[in-house]
C-alpha cells in the first residue's frame, strides 16, 4: 500500500495554468494522481463543429451536460485527446513520468449507466436517457501498480459502463471514487477561482475555511453546477477526513500555493 499520495483535480477552465501545475508537481516528493477536466475546450471544439452543447437540469436542481452519442465523441476528443495529451507532455517536460488514462483504458473506472433523468419540461416531467452514469468502482490493483511502478496517472473521462461502452461522469465524482482507493491525506482542487466563493459575484469574497457542517448547509442553499460541486465535496470529506484545498489555478504556482493554504480549506 502506497502512503501519502496526492490527488488533484485541475478544473477545464481556459485560465488554467497547466504549465505552473505541472512545474508545481514536479517538486512535490512521492506519488501524485491526478483528474482533469476539459470543459473551455470542448465547447470550444463544439463550435467549431456546430455541435451545441446541451445541459439539463433535474428536478432535484442538478445540472449535468446531455450526453449523446455526439457529444460523448467531442468528449473523447476534448477531454480524452487533446486536454490529456497536453497534460501529460508539460508533466514529461518537468520531470515527472506521467501516462494520459480515461476509465475505459484497463476498465480503470467501472460506472453505472444512469437509468433517466427526471426533468422538467413545459409544465412536465420527462425522464431523459442518455449516455451518462456515476462512478461505481476502481481498479485499485491497475492503479496501485502504476503508483508502486513511479507512473502519475493523469485521469479524465469518459468511463466505462456495465457492457464497457464509453459514458461520461462528473468529475467531481470521479475524484470521490479514486479517494476511497488511495485515501489522500491532501486533495488539491484547482480552479478559475481564489477558492470557494462566498457570493460568487464577488472574487474577493473567498473563504478561507470551511467545516464539513457549513459544506452542508452552502450546499443546501446552492443551484445548478455549483450545487453538485458542493455534493461531491460534502462526499470527499466524509472519506478518510482527508485536507481538501480549492485554490486558484491561475496564479503562477497553484499546487505549491494550494499545499501551502491558499485558497478554501476543508475539514
Known sequence: MLNDVLLVKIGGGAAINLDGIAADLAAVPGP?????????LRDRLAAQL?????????????????????????????YAGLANKRIVERLQQHGRNAIGLTGLDGQLIRATRNKGI???????????RDRSGKPAAVNGALLHWLLGEGYTPVITVPLADETGTAVNAENDDVVV????VVRARRIVQLIEAPGLMADPA???????????????????LAAGRF??????????TGQGSPMVII???RVAHPVADALAGKGTVIG
Open 32 to 40: 501524485v494522481v491526478v483528474v482533469h477536466g476539459a470543459n473551455a
Open 50 to 78: 456546430g455541435h451545441h452543447t446541451r445541459v439539463i437540469t433535474s428536478v432535484s436542481g442538478f445540472d449535468s451536460v446531455y450526453s449523446d452519442d455526439d457529444a460523448i465523441g467531442l468528449l473523447m476528443l476534448a
Open 118 to 128: 427526471r426533468v422538467r419540461e413545459g409544465g412536465k416531467t420527462l425522464l431523459v
Open 177 to 180: 471514487a479514486l479517494q476511497g
Open 202 to 220: 464577488d472574487p474577493t469574497s473567498a473563504l478561507a475555511r470551511l467545516s464539513a457542517g457549513e459544506l452542508e448547509q452552502r450546499e443546501a
Open 227 to 236: 450545487k453538485r460541486k458542493l455534493h461531491a465535496l460534502a462526499k470527499l
Open 247 to 249: 485554490a486558484d489555478g
